[in-house]
């Protein structure tokens, strides 16, 4: 998944990278998103993490939360 365009354009490579190398501290954005983003140590890596990040502080449901995945990956 690091090597997928997402992580790479969003500049989220090296900060994962140095937090599993222990170069960097594992922090959380939102105390929140903790049991979305430990596995990925804080940093969003997955579409799936930030749909799940936008039910939890948007309160989206399920549908929007799609919605918001079709906009994200939605290219002009």
């Given at each position: 998944?690091?090597i997928r365009?997402?992580?790479?354009?969003?500049?989220?490579?090296?900060?994962?990278?140095?937090r599993?190398n222990?170069?960097e501290?594992v922090?959380?954005?939102?105390?929140?998103?903790?049991?979305v983003?430990?596995?990925?140590?804080?940093?969003?890596?997955f579409?799936?993490?930030v749909?799940r990040?936008?039910m939890?502080i948007?309160g989206f449901d399920?549908?929007?939360?799609?919605?918001?995945?079709r906009?994200?990956?939605?290219?002009r």
């Amino acid at each position: 998944a690091i090597i997928r365009p997402g992580p790479i354009v969003g500049d989220l490579v090296h900060p994962y990278l140095n937090r599993r190398n222990g170069r960097e501290p594992v922090d959380c954005i939102h105390p929140a998103f903790e049991p979305v983003l430990a596995r990925t140590l804080g940093v969003p890596l997955f579409q799936e993490q930030v749909l799940r990040m936008a039910m939890i502080i948007a309160g989206f449901d399920g549908a929007e939360a799609d919605e918001l995945r079709r906009a994200m990956a939605f290219k002009r």
